[in-house]
């Protein structure tokens, strides 16, 4: 494992209190790891009218509206960030399943990398290692190993968590590096145990999507090829855990999100993440995508909500509008609903529908940035199409703990609709960020009425 020594610094003064201004702590100009917390804390809870705070430069869009209740907020550091990434970072999709909030975290390094799976606990406010890919895929030295997940991280119907593994630099996935391809994977949150479940399903590719249908125990993946890969181009695949048997593959894949009707068993997705009409797989058939009429975008989707409804919101970078839709899963019409942004950030990459069905939550600029809307998390109602931002969480963080959330890929609502978990890049200083911690949004009855 590549190592490195962390630089030593001590966290910046608390701010001065000075009648009528503001002091920010001083962000470290080097950071150092473990990542801390000021004053020696393992674990920070607050609630402040500062989470109610929007950028004074960069105005909120017309229509956007702001909680009137601050939350309470849960915040911690992952464990295991004891070297210097490059960076650490969360590039998978959570989930919230038996009373616990699953999740992933990589250094990101190549060809030798490190990722891992966690488990946080509500009732005890802490975080607990429950994979450790380099571990379970058990390979010599020198070998291939990735610094990502990439995928959901997601608890089946037999009890094991399942998820999928995605390289860090682009240029390692080679026969220099006896690459064959990426990996499927399990973990048993009860009992510790890791195990591969495929390797190399599709030849020489990376697995930067992944979804499981928990039910029926189907691991769905879009690839990116690697260097040299026999088949260029996205390939979609189904994969039948109980069987050991793939159901399909093929060209024209999901690049990062897929719609799964948990109803009827079927998966929808669009070629690559442009806008396009949708391809539906059945795997009771296990024939080729069918593609049906109508036009929506999949950068993220929600689950298939009572009303049989799945939430979807459309890529948004680089001048291109974030459009969220409903499709109905019983009818498949899609139905776009307005956009998701609320400020200058565009890129969602984690949505997530409440029990009800009312709510969808998430936070704009997964890819760094968000920041700039002073890290807002949103709340948008299926029923009056608003956008309510319920915590800015950029001005209590650099005010208070020394650090910025910049971004996530990960975020997951209670079964109650209470408490919302987003996994933070975060940025103690750096230009972009350097390290992962956990937020836990409790949600004030008075704006989930």
């Not at 650490?88 to 616990?100: E, I, P, R, V």
Request: hydrophobic share 35%.
């Amino acid at each position: 494992m590549l190592q490195f020594l962390a630089v030593a610094v001590l966290l910046a003064a608390p701010p001065e209190e000075i009648p009528g201004k503001r002091v920010p702590r001083e962000l470290p100009k080097q950071v150092s790891y473990p990542p801390e917390l000021p004053d020696g804390k393992t674990f920070v809870t607050a609630t402040s009218e500062m989470f109610l705070e929007a950028s004074p430069t960069q105005p909120l869009l017309a229509g956007v509206e702001v909680a009137k209740t601050p939350p309470t907020v849960d915040f911690l550091y992952y464990p295991g960030q004891t070297y210097e990434g490059k960076p650490w970072s969360n590039w998978g999709d959570s989930s919230f399943a038996d009373g616990k909030y699953y999740s992933a975290i990589g250094d990101h390094l190549a060809p030798q990398g490190n990722a891992f799976v966690f488990e946080y606990d509500p009732a005890k406010k802490s975080l607990r290692q429950i994979a450790d890919v380099r571990k379970i895929i058990n390979l010599p030295d020198g070998h291939y190993t990735p610094g990502k997940i990439h995928s959901h991280v997601e608890l089946g119907i037999d009890g094991w968590l399942y998820f999928s593994t995605h390289r860090g630099s682009t240029k390692v996935t080679t026969d220099a590096n006896h690459y064959l391809g990426d990996w499927i994977l399990r973990a048993n949150p009860m009992t510790g145990a890791g195990e591969v479940v495929s390797h190399g399903l599709v030849p020489k590719h990376c697995i930067p999507n992944g979804l499981l249908d928990a039910q029926r125990l189907i691991f769905y993946g879009g690839t990116a090829p690697g260097v040299g890969g026999e088949n260029e181009g996205i390939q979609f695949f189904a994969y039948d855990i109980g069987k050991q048997r793939l159901l399909y593959s093929g060209p024209d894949g999901p690049g990062r999100a897929m719609i799964l009707a948990k109803s009827t068993g079927r998966i929808y997705y669009t070629p690559a993440v442009t806008d396009s009409p949708l391809l539906r797989f059945d795997p009771a058939n296990g024939k080729p995508p069918e593609k049906l009429a109508g036009t929506i975008g999949i950068r993220a989707a929600t689950d298939e909500t009572p009303q049989n409804i799945v939430y979807t919101v459309s890529q948004g970078r680089k001048g291109n509008e974030s459009t969220i839709y409903a499709f109905n899963t019983k009818t498949e019409q899609i139905t776009p609903l307005g956009p998701a942004a609320v400020g200058v950030n565009e890129y969602v990459a984690s949505l997530k529908a409440d029990p009800t069905g009312r709510y969808l939550y998430y936070v704009p600029g997964a890819h760094g940035g968000s920041d700039t809307d002073n890290s807002a998390v949103v709340q948008f109602d299926t029923q009056t199409k608003k956008r309510k931002v319920i915590a800015f969480l950029k001005p209590y963080f650099e005010q208070n703990l020394a650090c910025i959330p910049r971004g996530t890929y990960a975020v997951a609502i209670d079964d109650k609709g209470e408490a919302l978990y987003i996994t933070w890049n975060i940025s103690r200083g750096s230009k972009s960020w350097d390290c992962c911690g956990l937020a836990v949004v409790h949600i004030p009855k008075e704006e989930r009425p």
